[in-house]
């Protein structure tokens, strides 16, 4: 920990790997909360820019986390990456931003 912050931890073994950092090229970024002991994360929030190569859909994968017991749990159904909409990459000094905290019809 340095100033209190966890560090991350990965998903997968090597799953955060050396990148460390975003580009201007397709790209996501999730926001997840965990509470440390259940098998599956919440989704926070995630936008996904410039491409949908990287986009992510959990619909039903199996996860058994730490819990005590060795039952998996599932994910129900996320937005089928092909209908998941995009974000223009931005341009330097420019940044996306969340316009509304529901989620629906939201237009830039």
Do not use: C
């Amino acid at each position: 920990m340095v100033n209190s912050v966890p560090e991350m931890i990965e998903a997968d073994s090597g799953s955060i790997n050396a990148q460390g950092g975003l580009t201007s090229a397709g790209e996501f970024l999730v926001l997840y909360y965990w509470d440390g002991n259940s098998d599956l994360v919440t989704d926070v929030d995630y936008i996904v820019w410039g491409d949908k190569v990287e986009a992510v859909d959990k619909s039903g994968i199996r996860i058994d986390g730490p819990d005590a017991d060795s039952d998996s749990s599932i994910y129900t159904n996320n937005i089928a990456i092909s209908n998941q909409e995009v974000s223009p990459t931005h341009i330097f000094t420019t940044s996306a931003q969340r316009i509304h905290f529901d989620e629906g019809t939201q237009t830039t």
